[in-house]
């Protein structure tokens, strides 16, 4: 009887999965400054439409365990900086990757994303990638993580279309968080 006791707790004991790893709990990304322009489509003009952006990380990223048992991070904040969607009068910015400057570990990139369908510089989504890449004696670690954000006159863009037709809008009311989260692949 005793040793019917032992064999149902060994077996349940290894029928049960070990807990999955806790995920470190992330501040939301800031974007810090946003300008959306759009030219006065006159003959001769600037032909090119642009939505700038700069985004802040406030987050410190662990990253993994070195060979040595090190614990890799990438220390924070981390900002991305000159994210530029920048298209050509009649074209769309949809359906491509724009880079921002790179940061000493990895880099960040935008993609413009329409709402319900539909786009203007007015009204639009904004999907930001972050790939932290760290060299640490000789072993690469790498994290992605992304998020969205939904930019538009008058939630959050303030500004003001000229006589001439040229239009310049930007962030209004201070930083907007982004919430973001771990892509895993």
Same mark, same amino acid.
């Given at each position: 009887m005793?040793?019917n006791?032992? /064999? /149902? !707790?060994?077996?349940?004991?290894?029928?049960?999965?070990?807990?999955?790893?806790?995920?470190?709990?992330?501040?939301?990304?800031?974007?810090?400054?946003?300008?959306?322009?759009?030219?006065?489509g006159?003959?001769?003009?600037?032909?090119?439409?642009?939505?700038?952006?700069?985004?802040?990380?406030p987050?410190?990223? *662990?990253?993994?365990?070195?060979?040595?048992n090190?614990?890799?991070?990438?220390p924070?904040? +981390?900002?991305?900086?000159?994210?530029?969607?920048?298209?050509?009068?009649?074209?769309s910015?949809?359906?491509?990757?724009?880079?921002?400057?790179?940061?000493?570990?990895?880099?960040w990139?935008?993609? /413009?994303?329409?709402?319900?369908?539909?786009?203007? +510089?007015?009204?639009?989504?904004?999907? !930001? *990638?972050?790939?932290v890449?760290?060299?640490?004696?000789?072993?690469?670690?790498?994290? *992605?993580?992304?998020?969205?954000?939904?930019?538009?006159?008058?939630?959050?863009?303030?500004?003001?279309?000229?006589?001439?037709?040229?239009?310049?809008?930007?962030?209004? +009311?201070?930083?907007?968080?982004i919430?973001?989260?771990?892509?895993?692949?």
């Amino acid at each position: 009887m005793f040793s019917n006791i032992i /064999v /149902v !707790f060994l077996l349940a004991a290894s029928t049960i999965t070990a807990a999955p790893a806790k995920r470190a709990i992330l501040q939301p990304w800031q974007v810090t400054s946003l300008t959306s322009f759009s030219p006065s489509g006159r003959p001769e003009s600037y032909p090119w439409l642009t939505i700038t952006t700069e985004i802040t990380d406030p987050n410190s990223i *662990t990253l993994g365990t070195g060979t040595d048992n090190s614990t890799v991070t990438s220390p924070g904040p +981390n900002a991305a900086t000159n994210c530029q969607a920048k298209w050509y009068t009649g074209t769309s910015p949809l359906n491509h990757i724009w880079p921002c400057n790179p940061t000493e570990d990895g880099h960040w990139y935008m993609e /413009v994303k329409a709402v319900k369908g539909q786009f203007s +510089n007015t009204n639009f989504n904004l999907k !930001f *990638t972050r790939k932290v890449e760290v060299l640490f004696r000789g072993e690469a670690f790498r994290k *992605t993580f992304s998020g969205k954000g939904h930019f538009d006159v008058p939630t959050n863009l303030g500004g003001t279309c000229g006589g001439s037709g040229v239009c310049s809008w930007g962030l209004k +009311n201070g930083p907007l968080a982004i919430t973001q989260s771990e892509v895993v692949v």
